[in-house]
């Protein structure tokens, strides 16, 4: 199967480099060695030119900042790094990690390179490593989209009012991107490639503890057990979901304490899983029925796409004046100064330590494991908005305790429905105290599930997190 062309931008369209070393491709959204439209399309172009493949990933920490850089994510990320590395090896590509922006290392491998590989993310971050690169880098550039289903200029070319006008567009479109992707075999294998060019080594990420050690991170947010990172996790945790919960993901989907979510969220976030891979494995899974899959593909497709139209469209998407809607600010404003009987500092939201059980227990799973259920994450944020002193500062808290604690954090994802919790994406609902017509979320929407069941289940993970 070719890569879809839509798929493909060329960024800066000038031939290959006569004379190069190596094709070079900068992995830095799709963190894995299958189903990488990236890596495949490199592999073809070192096949076309007779080179080897040379891949890079520029790390940040910390100290040459990234944002929020924590122990909780990269061990994560490392341990996604370690399985590129191994599953390079096995093809016969090169793999160098440095230390630097992945714009850095990308314009200063690119000299030797006849041509240089993207994937691509939506974040500013990344939109503004892209610029860099094209400003600085003299070869030819080719991006290449391998983390969305439907490429998202070809779904819709301007922010999206809501998950029902963004839905009919990609329903058209998605069956087109729903194909397998077959590895390509590289003709020209690396071995001894780095050596004999005197390139930068590096870092050594086939032990990621290790590493880890190394790197300037906020310790206090530490590595978990239940999620490892890397594509064998990832595939792992896809198999046991849908050998085990798949069916009736359609009806169970909002209840948490049924185990009828994938956990595929932190995986995609890291790129360490194709979101058209598990799309295909939804598709033929065995015993689920039609309302099973498309209540997944409505979640993978639409919602997660959703979130990636606005991220894209909406520069300050991180900023409560310009992510929310205006008839949303306009509502919480004129209720500003209503009465908050229950009001709570961000230490004591981080430590669950707040009148509702229910939602200390969820704001454990989420500190001490990284992940909780979306409907918990609903009634999470709406009671921060509710606890908080300004609709500014919820939102302010919102993203900070999200991006700090879960492992998807940080995502296009997390922005969006953080957005959502004050009314992006929504409509206006009956006028409360503090919403407004913001959308409300009361303590009865608990009753809905078994949450002494929920219950017995977060304090189980956490003991094995002690263990
Ligand atoms: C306040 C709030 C904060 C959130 N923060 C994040 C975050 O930081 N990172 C993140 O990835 N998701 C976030 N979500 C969206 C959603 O809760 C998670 O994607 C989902 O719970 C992940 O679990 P899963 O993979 O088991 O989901 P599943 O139910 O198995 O769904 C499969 C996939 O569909 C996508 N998906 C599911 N629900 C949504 C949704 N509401 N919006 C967009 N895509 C969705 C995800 O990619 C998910 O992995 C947030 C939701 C809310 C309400």
Redesign the pocket.
């Known amino acids: 199967m070719a890569i879809q062309p839509a798929r493909i931008r060329v960024l800066n369209d000038v031939p290959p480099r006569d004379g190069a070393d190596y094709v070079l491709y900068l992995m830095q959204q799709a963190m894995r060695v299958p189903f990488n439209p990236a890596l495949e399309g490199a592999i073809e172009e070192a096949n076309r030119l007779k080179l080897p493949l040379l891949v890079c990933f520029g790390l940040l920490d910390g100290a040459n900042g990234f944002p929020e850089a924590n122990a909780r994510h990269y061990a994560f990320l490392l341990q996604g790094l370690a399985d590129v590395a191994a599953a390079l090896s096995r093809r016969g590509i090169a793999f160098l990690v440095q230390r630097a922006t992945p714009a850095e290392v990308a314009i200063d491998l690119s000299e030797r390179a006849a041509l240089l590989v993207l994937d691509r993310g939506y974040l500013a971050i990344q939109k503004r490593w892209y610029d860099e690169i094209g400003r600085a880098a003299k070869c030819r550039i080719v991006q290449v989209e391998g983390d969305v289903v439907v490429p998202l200029e070809t779904a819709s070319t301007k922010h999206e009012y809501a998950a029902r006008t963004l839905r009919p567009k990609l329903q058209k479109l998605w069956d087109g991107y729903l194909e397998p992707l077959a590895p390509r075999t590289v003709e020209n294998p690396a071995e001894g490639l780095t050596k004999r060019l005197k390139l930068n080594v590096g870092l050594d990420v086939s032990d990621p503890d290790k590493l880890l050690a190394k790197l300037t991170l906020d310790t206090t947010v530490g590595p978990v057990k239940r999620f490892r990172g890397g594509y064998t996790e990832a595939a792992g945790h896809l198999e046991l979901?849908l050998e085990n919960a798949f069916a009736g993901?359609g009806a169970g989907?909002n209840k948490p304490e049924a185990g009828?979510?994938?956990?595929?969220?932190?995986?995609?976030?890291f790129g360490h899983i194709s979101?058209v891979e598990?799309a295909l494995a939804i598709r033929v899974a065995k015993d689920a029925d039609r309302d099973d899959r498309s209540a997944?593909l409505e979640?993978?497709i639409v919602?997660?796409g959703?979130?990636m139209n606005h991220v894209f469209h909406r520069q300050g998407y991180d900023d409560y004046a310009r992510a929310v809607p205006e008839w949303a600010r306009k509502t919480l404003a004129e209720h500003a100064d209503d009465p908050r009987p229950n009001l709570y500092s961000e230490e004591e939201l981080a430590e669950g330590e707040t009148h509702d059980h229910y939602w200390n227990v969820a704001m454990r799973e989420m500190r001490e494991t990284g992940?909780?259920?979306?409907q918990l994450?609903?009634y999470?944020?709406k009671k921060i908005l509710e606890w908080s002193p300004s609709p500014e500062e919820a939102f302010a808290r919102?993203l900070r305790l999200?991006?700090r604690y879960?492992l998807?954090?940080?995502?296009?994802?997390?922005f969006?429905?953080?957005a959502?919790?004050f009314g992006l994406h929504d409509r206006p609902w009956q006028t409360r105290p503090i919403f407004g017509s913001v959308r409300y979320q009361s303590e009865n929407s608990l009753r809905k599930f078994d949450a002494k069941g929920y219950e017995r289940a977060v304090t189980r993970l956490c003991e094995a997190e002690k263990g």
């Open positions: 979901f993901y989907r009828a979510a994938s956990h595929m969220s932190p995986y995609l976030h979101p598990i997944y979640e993978l919602r997660r959703l979130a992940y909780m259920h979306n994450r609903m999470w944020g919102t999200n991006n879960f998807d954090g940080r995502d296009a994802n997390s969006t429905n953080v959502w919790i």
